[in-house]
């Protein structure tokens, strides 16, 4: 048989009612800042994660926490 049908009925016990979802929405101010100020500010905060206005490029970008201990960046791309 195939993981595919195995995993059937996992969701044969799904319950819509207890799916996660959002349940609190955060609103702040973005401040310009360069990478590696975001991400002193992120250990400094205790986050996996900081949102913050790039000073160099003017866009909205992630930093975040690797798994292996490095640091991820995220970029927008339109």
Do not use: C
């Not at 929405?25 to 002193?40: C, D, G, N, Y």
């Not at 250990?43 to 949102?51: P, R, S, T």
Request: hydrophobic content about 35%; aromatic content about 12%; overall charge negative.
């Amino acid at each position: 048989s195939s993981l595919r049908f195995n995993n059937i009925e996992r969701y044969a016990d799904y319950d819509e009612e207890k799916e996660p979802r959002i349940v609190k929405t955060k609103r702040f101010a973005i401040k310009p800042m360069s990478q590696e100020e975001a991400v002193l500010q992120m250990e400094l905060l205790g986050h996996d994660f900081y949102v913050f206005m790039n000073g160099d490029t003017d866009e909205v970008n992630v930093v975040y926490k690797r798994k292996d201990g490095n640091y991820g960046l995220i970029e927008q791309d339109f």
